[in-house]
Nanobody, 127 residues
């Protein structure tokens, strides 16, 4: 059974940093694209960033480019989201999600394609 567990969310001041972790079990990261999505009440999930099978195969939302970094440690079955220079508008619940890849390794960083989700972790940016 696929399981994803996020951690690392917190209250942080504007300009601060956080690192989110997503520990996965029941499957190997080798075969999956992984994504971080965020959601605020009343809105649908927004794609923050995704990472494919290969190192460097990453996609970022324009709003987080240069501030956020996604990475994966397949040996530890963990995906990370390093968030720097946080802004108030980054406040949201952040979810980790997985998408099984076919042989092409192609994927779209869109929540509608990701089939396995964690329970989320809350990030609040406020002074």
């Amino acid at each position: 059974q696929l399981q994803l567990v996020e951690s690392g969310g917190d209250l942080v001041q504007p300009g601060g940093s956080l690192r989110l972790s997503c520990a996965v079990s029941g499957f190997s990261l080798d075969y999956y694209a992984m994504g971080w999505f965020r959601q605020v009440p009343g809105k649908g999930p927004e794609a923050v960033t995704c990472i494919g099978r290969n190192y460097g195969d990453t996609v970022y939302a324009n709003s987080v480019k240069g501030r956020f970094t996604i990475s994966r440690d397949n040996a530890k079955n963990t995906v990370y989201l390093q968030m720097n220079s946080l802004k108030r508008e980054d406040t949201a619940r952040y979810y980790c999600a997985a998408l099984f890849l076919d042989d092409s390794g192609n994927y779209q960083c869109d929540s509608i394609y990701f089939t396995s989700w964690g329970q989320g972790t809350q990030v609040t940016v406020s002074s």
